[in-house]
């Protein structure tokens, strides 16, 4: 039997380790007939070029991430303009020059501002989707490994050549898979470390958890020398200029609104003028106040697969029903088994609306068993209502038992969506609330307004302020990260006046005070938090660009046209961005061109032409009839000859 290995540079890769783990002989595959191979053969390759194979054919992932290297951009991408690192370019580098900035102010360029006007923060989810698709194609479980990945590190040289862990995982698999006796004893050497190396941003790194640098490392044949950022930028601009590249853009990610007058966002005493001079429109009132007004500055990216849960104000119901509505993947937990109940799918779980943060974090105790309010049952004549979600049954429940059946069912659905969400979105509603003198349990309606029965003695009203929002905030972001660590958390402010206040004051006054106070604590808690970010739906429903065009005749009510604007600024800055996602799948597109330097002992290459993202679903040749799918081949092979080194496939 013959390994025979078909894919791009990392194919390369792949065969030199099954040489040195297992006994059989490997060789890198030209495209050649059925006659020409071993009659015992297995041929390992990537999705991009299995058209091309028969016989026994095994697929494997082609491993690319630029979320870890969204400033790199190859040859392919740039022209093949040459640079330290070959034909690897940084965009912003390359953009500075077009800009004739120095290198100091070039250097000054990267930070997290620029990062986030040009989209780098976002390449990582979306990459990852990508590469989870790239996996699935090849029937390759990356959810077994990635984890693993990550917690070593960035597991990439460059976005298109994977580190020698990832390498080995696959081979490891493979040879599982199709029962080949792999040498756990055998020690590896990673050929990929010869190559080139781009950094990890430090800011983009610690988004992700990890330690960064700006060490940019050249091909081991040019010397393998480790330059500084500094350095890269000026020995780039060196090589431009014996190019002479011009000053005009010709990438076409250069041309992006994304891109355009770098210049303007280094600080002032560096461009020579005031400090206002050349900041971005959405900083002036003039520039960026209209009947469009787009206020989000900060963002991150929701994948179509991101699970998202809901919960908080009356605002929030908005926010739901807009996010199932554009195709999101809205999270409902709790959902309705047919009985008849009511208020399913209004949230991610059937909580009923939550107004103040004292509530959701006792919600989570409540949750957790970790806290046991002493109400847990008020009535309203013959019926039951559960004090803390009493508008859940309009009606009532019809007993005790019943109730706390509800309530059971309830808390094991909570559980599971602060567990299994990526994204939460809190909108915060009040700060008045009532809770009980005994234990400090807060309800969502005073006593007595649709069931149990108001005692001045066990109950008392209560107006948090900003250090005890901001301190419920936190300790709820606590307690989530404890059973969910990826969890990110957007926090919103309803924008809904309060319908009345207990306080001795204008209701209007109240509302401006209360509103004010979780504005603050949401700013406050958004920006001690790296997984929060505050989105301004309040700012957008209430500012007067609008000209109170998005409320009712009421006054307090929001109009359908006020939230079809916060969901469309919404959409426009948390999903996929149409371009970043053209950036990301353009990297499965290049052909990686030191797939001829990595070549050892006579490997040979896939042909120039085959190119695995390109060619990814090609119509089968007209003289041939079209290859049946590996999984029917299998199945007819497994019949034909059982006991063959496929079985294990």
């Known amino acids: ?154 597991f990439m040289h460059t976005f298109h050549h994977p580190k020698l862990l990832v390498m080995l995982d696959i081979a490891k698999h493979l040879t599982a898979r199709t029962g080949i006796d792999w040498n756990e004893s055998m020690e590896f050497d990673d050929p990929q470390s010869r190559g080139c190396g781009w950094p990890f941003y430090p800011e983009l790194a610690e988004r992700a958890g990890m330690k960064g640098s700006y060490e940019f490392r050249k091909h081991i044949q040019d010397g393998g020398e480790v330059l500084d950022l500094e350095a890269f930028i000026n020995q780039s601009f060196e090589r431009y200029a014996l190019q002479s590249i011009p000053r005009t853009p010709t990438c076409s990610r250069l041309q992006s609104t994304r891109y355009a007058n770098l210049r303007a966002t280094l600080p002032a005493k560096v461009r020579g003028v005031h400090p206002y001079t050349g900041l971005p429109d959405h900083q002036f009132w003039r520039k960026s106040a209209g009947d469009d007004l787009d206020p989000v500055t900060k963002s991150f990216t929701i994948c179509p697969d991101t699970k998202v849960a809901t919960a908080g104000s009356c605002f929030a119901q908005h926010m739901s029903r807009a996010l199932a509505a554009n195709g999101l993947n809205y999270f409902v937990a709790e959902k309705d088994p047919g009985t008849g109940g009511a208020n399913y799918g209004v949230f991610s779980a059937r909580y009923g609306n939550i107004y103040t943060a004292k509530q959701l974090v006792q919600l989570f105790d409540r949750a957790y068993g970790k806290f046991q309010p002493k109400d847990t049952c008020w009535r309203r004549r013959a019926r039951f209502f559960d004090p803390f979600r009493p508008g859940i049954e309009p009606d009532g429940f019809a007993s005790v038992r019943e109730l706390r059946l509800s309530r059971r069912d309830h808390f094991t659905a909570v559980r599971q969506m602060f567990q299994q969400l990526d994204v939460f979105v809190f909108t915060l509603g009040l700060t008045e609330a009532w809770r009980a003198k005994s234990d400090g349990a807060v309800f969502p309606l005073a ?164 190119r695995p993202a390109t060619a990814r679903k090609p119509r089968a040749p007209a003289a041939k009839p079209p290859v049946p799918p590996v999984w029917q081949w299998l199945r007819n092979r497994l019949r034909r000859k059982p006991g063959k080194s496929v079985r294990a496939a």
């Open 1 to 154: 039997m013959k390994i025979y290995v078909a894919g791009n540079c990392q194919a390369g890769t792949l065969a030199q380790l099954l040489e040195l783990g297992t006994s059989i002989p490997v060789e890198r595959l030209q495209r050649k007939h059925d006659e020409e191979l071993d009659k015992e053969h297995i041929i390992f390759c990537q999705p991009g070029v299995s058209h091309l194979m028969t016989g026994n054919v095994v697929l494997f992932p082609q491993i690319v991430m630029t979320g870890f290297y969204p400033d790199m951009l190859s040859g392919e991408q740039t022209g093949g303009i040459n640079t330290p690192l070959r034909n690897l370019s940084s965009s912003i580098v390359l953009k500075a020059w077009c800009e004739s900035l120095n290198v100091q102010n070039t250097a000054a360029l990267f930070n997290n501002s620029i990062y986030e006007r040009l989209g780098f923060f976002d390449h990582f989810e979306i990459s990852r989707g990508e590469l989870f698709a790239q996996c699935r194609e090849a029937d390759f479980p990356i959810g077994d490994y990635y984890d693993a990945w990550m917690a070593k590190g960035c």
């Open 447 to 610: 006593p007595g307004v649709s069931a149990g029965v108001f005692n001045p003695e066990l109950h008392e009203f209560v107006n948090f302020g900003v250090a005890e929002v901001i301190q419920d905030l936190n300790d709820f972001l606590r307690r989530l990260a404890r059973v969910n660590r990826k969890a990110r958390v957007i926090l919103t402010v309803s924008p809904v006046p309060l319908a009345a206040t207990f306080e001795p004051a204008h209701v209007l006054v109240s509302t401006t005070y209360s509103k004010s106070v979780l504005r603050v604590a949401a700013e406050e808690v958004a920006r001690t938090h790296r997984r929060v970010t505050y989105f301004p739906s309040y700012e957008i429903i209430t500012g007067n660009f609008n000209r109170g065009r998005y409320f009712g005749a009421d006054l307090r009510s929001v109009t359908p046209t006020g939230v079809d604007h916060v969901m469309r600024v919404f959409l426009r800055h948390f999903t996929v961005d149409r371009e970043i996602a053209a950036e990301v799948r353009e990297a499965l597109e290049i052909v990686c061109e030191e797939e001829r330097l990595l070549d050892r002992g006579g490997v040979k290459t896939v042909p120039s032409a085959v």
